[in-house]
């Protein structure tokens, strides 16, 4: 093939990128602004000159904005790139570079193994170290396999890192930090009880994406906010990226995950490219489009909006962007099979072209409305960088939203603060107060106490402050108000009073976020105690500071039990997965109300007490021969005697205790015990649930 030079046809502009033919490969590309298109054709990702470059001619190979050529008899597994020329006036937001290899924003597979991105900072020919595009064959065989459709009330969503879930050595799987080497992990996930992984960012991202301090330290992009190729699976999950098997490795996970009953939710971010601001890197869309895929000045455009603090903003409302990202999205849904996506910094995505916050931002909406995502979740973090907060008033209807009030008022109640029970009440009731008034349900709220972003639910017990030095920020960088306290002693210690109160406060944190209304979602390790020895932000630390260890799992196996236990506990309650919202009226044929407060008196909640600590509350069963509950939380440093309520024909079960040890905090129904006494005595920091049998 070196030296053949392949007949050419003029292609069509439909579909965008690269697709295998009958007898060749059609490319197209979008440009606006382009006067001059050349496609390079390689032979490996690792060649040094490309074996073919091919010149577009305006008057064959372009359809309105489109360039496009047919390449008759290349076939699957040749690589390539564009070079663009045309106007570079920064103040018009034009940055065509001619000498760039710019990587194909439609690209279904890239290669990263010869990428230098700060060659791709300077002006000039950066061929020999940028990144490469693949012809792919995308065909597979799904084996009757289709997407999950798991109701929202139903579901249970665990937070994880593709990378860092199997990369420890303590992982002992075939392949770490690879989609193959999760697919190992699947019995665990299914022994846990979860519906649903959420994966950090898995398109393809740029790990050189790190401020110069935090580079020099030998740290990387690890996380994956960072992307540059939104069709495209990142080759550092692959195990054989170089033989373009990028689609095969990510539909195989999504195959097994499926066969095992778990869905799959892909963390996406629309909201910035790893292209950064002014001085940032050309790699695909500064030299293809940069005025029409980013946020500029109004009357500058060489200065970048950034709503997203990472030097860029997607101009997602413009209609060609709009387009590109449903587009993609529906490709991930069609052709991946994904579940959902939970939309990084999605506030960003309200915004229009000036900058303005949109009533009624199109793409949202476009996405919202799109008949291939119309049984796939959509959960929006639904605030960005720049100020714009918009929990409880994100656009649209079907969305989740990223429940960070939620998350702040467990914290603080968790920490022993006083004066939060009315909110936490209306909280666990799945936040009616932001949802219920626009007709949207308490599957709108994402209740979650910890995620990847911030402190481990260990480190949020072990530390009152962060501790990122190792990220060569003097830490600079990551939240500086955690709502965390270490209970006596910074950070790790052998003293057993402070070990075991923080090991039932964790146990308190995952009690109290099972037990709400709305949807959880569990950071990855929680369940293990995984500690990041308090570095709150460890976005770059791609090593054991961040990795799973399975250790973990054996050393911490009381409370590995716990979490399993507690899932089951909320799968057999339907009154603790309702899909709407709870009324506090009586039930027909019942003489007890769906729900009703108390305080450690039975009708008597302490809404007024400003120091109270104790929330009380009885969940009617939801369903035929399903239990009612009482529900005590006790976060105060007293113990309290609990009165609790008399139901006709029931006696009340201890089916959870936070207090004691395992295998006694929570317990089985067949081995239950009922509770002799009309009271019952609440420890001090101690959560307690009973379900009730007939007597």
Request: hydrophobic share 35%.
């Amino acid at each position: 093939m070196k030296n053949k030079k392949h007949e050419l046809k003029s292609g069509t502009p439909y579909p965008s990128g690269s697709k295998l033919g009958t007898g060749g490969v059609n490319f197209s590309i979008f440009s606006r602004h382009a006067t001059h298109v050349e496609l390079l054709l390689f032979e490996s990702a690792e060649s040094e000159h490309p074996f073919q470059v091919i010149e577009l001619q305006k008057e064959i190979n372009r359809t309105f904005f489109s360039w496009h050529v047919y390449v008759v008899g290349l076939t699957v597994g040749i690589w390539y790139v564009w070079r663009m020329d045309g106007p570079n006036i920064r103040t018009s937001g034009l940055h065509f570079d001619k000498d760039k290899h710019l990587i194909d924003p439609w690209a279904r597979a890239i290669s990263h193994k010869k990428w230098d991105r700060g060659a791709a900072c300077r002006a000039g020919d950066n061929g020999a170290t940028a990144m490469r595009c693949v012809v792919v064959d995308e065909s597979y065989d799904w084996e009757g396999e289709t997407p999950l459709r798991i109701s929202s009330e139903k579901s249970i969503i665990y937070e994880l890192h593709v990378g860092g879930f199997t990369k420890h050595p303590s992982a002992k799987v075939a392949n770490p930090g690879t989609f193959s080497g999760l697919i190992e992990k699947i019995p665990y996930l299914q022994s846990l009880g979860i519906t649903h992984v959420e994966l950090l960012p898995i398109m393809a991202f740029d790990e050189q994406d790190v401020p110069h301090s935090t580079a020099a330290l030998g740290l990387k992009n690890y996380w994956g906010y960072s992307p540059h190729s939104f069709f495209s699976p990142h080759p550092g999950f692959c195990v054989t990226p170089e033989q373009c098997t990028h689609i095969k490795e990510f539909r195989d996970l999504v195959k097994a995950l499926h066969k095992a009953k778990i869905a799959i939710i892909m963390d996406v971010v629309f909201n910035h490219t790893s292209e950064s601001g002014v001085d940032g890197p050309i790699i695909n869309f500064r030299g293809i489009g940069d005025n029409i895929f980013y946020h500029h000045d109004k009357f500058d455009k060489s200065i970048f909006r950034d709503y997203t603090g990472c030097g860029n903003t997607i101009n997602a409302n413009h209609p060609l962007v709009t387009r590109f990202i449903i587009n993609c999205l529906e490709y991930w849904v069609k052709e991946m099979h994904v579940d959902g996506f939970r939309f990084d910094l999605a506030s960003t995505l309200s915004r229009g072209q000036d900058g303005e916050v949109l009533t009624d931002p199109p793409v949202l909406w476009g996405i919202e409305l799109s008949k291939r995502l119309a049984k796939t979740k959509l959960i929006a973090e639904a605030w960005d960088a720049a100020g714009l907060y918009q929990v409880g008033s994100f656009p649209g209807y079907r969305w989740g939203e990223w429940n960070g009030i939620y998350r702040d008022v467990v914290r603080r109640f968790v920490r022993g603060d006083k004066g939060v029970i009315k909110e936490l009440a209306t909280r666990i009731c799945g936040s009616s107060d932001l949802y219920e008034h626009q007709g949207r349900l308490p599957i709108s709220s994402i209740n979650f106490v910890t995620c990847h972003d911030g402190f481990t639910l260990h480190d949020l017990l072990s530390y009152n402050q962060k501790h990122n030095e190792a990220n060569g920020e003097d830490s600079r960088d990551g939240c500086n108000n955690s709502l965390s306290f270490n209970w006596g002693v910074e950070g790790e210690t052998d003293n057993k009073v402070i070990l075991d109160l923080r090991r039932k406060l964790a146990k308190n944190a995952f009690a109290i976020l099972l037990l709400s209304q709305g949807v959880p979602m569990l950071l990855a390790g929680d369940e293990i105690l995984h500690s990041q020895q308090g570095n709150n932000n460890a976005y770059c630390q791609d090593n054991t500071l961040s990795w799973i260890d399975w250790q973990k799992a054996a050393d911490n196996a009381d409370m590995l039990r716990f979490v399993q236990c507690l899932i089951s506990l909320r799968k057999r309650h339907a009154s603790i997965m309702r899909r709407r919202f709870l009324t506090g009226k009586v039930i027909e044929g019942r003489d007890i109300a769906d729900i009703t407060w108390h305080g450690s008196q039975i009708n008597k909640p302490q809404w007024n007490d400003a120091d109270s600590r104790l929330l009380a509350f009885t969940l009617a069963g939801y369903e035929t021969e399903e239990a009612d509950l009482h529900i005590v939380m006790n976060m105060s440093n007293q113990q309290e005697a609990v009165e609790l309520p008399i139901i006709k024909g029931k006696a009340w079960c201890v089916a959870l205790d936070t207090s004691l040890p395992s295998p006694d905090d929570i317990i089985a129904p067949e081995n239950q015990q009922p509770v002799l006494t009309p009271h019952y005595a609440v420890p001090a920091q101690t959560v307690v649930v009973l379900e009730n049998r007939n007597v």
